[in-house]
């Protein structure tokens, strides 16, 4: 059944002779991409080890079972025969897991983009809760976050807000987030008491850095301009604020956070990388659109992704059916129980189409 893994066992092998060599290069790119090489392989060559000896061992269990007369023997080898056999199984469904196809971006930090989209300055408002929701998520899964860029709204929520999310595990953790998040509460602005429905978007990109993404300084546009803040007011006296325009992509980034333009260039580059990477990655997966567009889609209440319903504390992830009554956790970063369901049918999709 798993033919294909002593072809695994062998490359495994062949990359730990060759890993000092590697090293000794200074080639980041290759030390990069052999890191990952083997961070995938090794789990995969470990569980196989475990199921060869398990089989060995149910094979000599059966073989001494053949030949015991001895009844309290028997029952002993009778009942290794079942541990032996349970465990293969246990092994069985987790090479299946490992045999499934790897996320190119596993292991990779996130870049994480939000913008408020339909309901004005609510879905600004709700864009920052947003923002708040990751933050305690993160701050639960001992996952560090660093705001690259925003843009802060009249009322104190977020016109956009992108921060990176650092850790082995956020991408596997947060690329289900992906998407138009929907709520429906009473504004703060509202004085009758009328539930409003607003939406803001959530774009998960993967951490690109220069050894993933090549840019031709020639194929870049920058402007730099003073950064504004709420209602378009200047809060800097310097141009410090950067725009760069990657023109073959038509992508537009902009950071004003920091102080410096050299600080605020480096973000947007870093964002830019992030973006292009995803691009690359769908185009090479031949889909009919980019995944950033795919997430963000318009925007609209109609496509989304997940609902959040203040009245009867209840949230809806639509893609899967899963509903619970703890918003009030939900926002405070109790996101587990929907990364996990979100994580498993797409392990099942997988599986079946396998």
């Known amino acids: 059944m798993f033919e ?3 072809d695994l066992e062998a490359e495994l092998r062949k990359l730990e002779a060759t890993l000092p060599d590697v090293y000794a290069s200074g080639d980041r790119r290759a030390i990069a991409a052999a890191g990952r090489r083997q961070k995938e392989l090794q789990p995969v060559v470990d569980a196989y080890l475990a199921y060869r000896s398990t089989e060995s061992d149910l094979a000599d269990a059966h073989e001494m079972l053949k030949g015991e007369t001895d009844s309290e023997m028997r029952t002993f080898l009778e009942a290794e025969v079942v541990a032996h056999q349970s465990r293969l199984e246990e092994l069985e469904a987790e090479l299946k897991e490992l045999l499934l196809p790897r996320d ?8 994480v983009e939000i913008q408020g989209t339909e309901g004005g300055e609510e879905a600004n408002l709700w864009a920052g809760d947003l923002l708040r929701m990751y933050q305690r998520f993160a701050e639960r899964h001992g996952l560090g976050v660093e705001i690259l860029s925003s843009q802060l709204s009249d009322h104190g929520g977020y016109r956009d807000v992108t921060f990176m999310v650092k850790g082995d595990t956020a991408w596997s953790r947060l690329k289900y987030e992906g998407g138009p998040h929907r709520v429906q509460r009473v504004p703060e602005t509202e004085s009758q008491g009328r539930i409003h429905t607003s939406a803001a978007t959530v774009a998960v990109l993967p951490e690109a850095g220069e050894v993933d993404v090549e840019i031709n300084p020639g194929d870049l546009e920058f402007d730099v301009y003073r950064s504004s803040g709420p209602g378009g007011q200047s809060v800097n006296t310097t141009d410090s604020a950067v725009r760069i325009t990657h023109k073959p992509s038509g992508l537009v980034v902009a950071c ?5 333009q050299l600080q605020n260039r480096d ?3 870093q964002i830019l990388r992030s973006r292009l990477l995803k691009l690359e990655q769908d185009r090479r997966e ?3 659109s ?3 567009r795919g997430q963000v889609k318009g925007g609209g209440r ?8 203040f009245k009867e504390n209840r949230v809806t992830d639509h893609r899967i059916g899963l509903t619970t009554y703890a918003l009030d956790r939900v926002l405070d970063g109790e996101l587990d129980e929907y990364i996990d369901g979100l994580a498993a049918d797409e392990r099942a999709r997988q ?3 396998g």
């Not at 004003?256 to 410096?260: G, H, I, K, L």
């Not at 109609?302 to 319903?309: A, D």
């Open 286 to 288: 031949a889909e009919v």
């Open 256 to 260: 004003q956070d920091e102080r410096s």
């Open 351 to 353: 599986l079946g189409a």
């Open 290 to 292: 980019e995944a950033r």
């Open 4 to 6: 294909q893994i002593d």
């Open 104 to 111: 190119p971006n596993d292991g990779r930090n996130v870049i």
């Open 302 to 309: 109609s496509e989304k992704i997940r609902t959040y319903n």
């Open 267 to 269: 973000r947007a580059m």
